[in-house]
């Protein structure tokens, strides 16, 4: 996935971070510095459930040049209006989050990922209507959200082999689980306390999910 271009492109499965739900801005700046300056991430997925809109747009005015000076993508959870309105590389919407087939439309030229849980059809549907990319799960319990679609590996595997569309694997994904998710096919892995709640710090988040990637 590239900034610049607003393209995804993935060579090999690759880390997308996603923020805690709740950060403090200025300091979140600074472990964001740190964690996109330890590896590889192709982008960071600003998901900031119970902020306003004012405090999103105060987050992206914030973290989306961080992103940008390292060339990793910036995209906005839920909303694809204000993403375009912001001057995000894109969005990422759920299955609630209203018309994909407009947000598309809006975000001509932009990154557009759908969340499709553990279905086929709704990621055959996602795919049809143009999204840059899918995501798959959940793969692993969870403490970000409520579990309520679990996916497997097989899903990602068909995928793989049917369609060129990248797909992200989401869901307690962390350096010591990823594996199975890596050879099934998982273009990205996306992932919020595997690097955030780090024991080390993000940084060593990041590079022990890089690691792990490799390693699978």
Request: hydrophobic share 50%.
């Amino acid at each position: 996935m590239n900034a610049a271009s607003q393209d995804l492109s993935p060579e090999g499965c690759r880390l997308y971070l996603i923020t805690p739900p709740r950060i403090d801005i200025p300091r979140f700046r600074d472990v964001l510095a740190a964690a996109l300056d330890a590896g590889d991430v192709a982008c960071l997925q600003l998901r900031l459930k119970d902020a306003d809109k004012d405090a999103i747009a105060r987050a992206a005015e914030v973290l989306m040049p961080v992103c940008h000076a390292r060339d990793v993508a910036f995209i906005l959870n839920d909303d694809a209006r204000l993403a375009h309105e912001l001057g995000c590389d894109g969005a990422h919407l759920g299955q609630s989050d209203g018309d994909h087939a407009a947000a598309r439309k809006l975000l001509e030229g932009r990154i557009l990922g759908i969340t499709c849980h553990a279905s086929r059809h709704l990621a055959m549907t996602a795919g049809e209507i143009g999204a840059d990319y899918v995501a798959f799960g959940a793969f692993f319990p969870t403490g970000t959200k409520q579990t309520v679609h679990t996916a497997g590996t097989d899903l990602l595997q068909w995928w793989s082999e049917m369609m060129e569309i990248p797909c992200v694997a989401i869901g307690g994904i962390t350096a010591e689980n990823c594996a199975p998710l890596v050879r099934a096919g998982a273009d990205f892995l996306a992932v919020v306390g595997a690097v955030w709640n780090h024991p080390d710090g993000a940084a060593a988040g990041v590079r022990a999910m890089n690691a792990a990637i490799a390693a699978a």
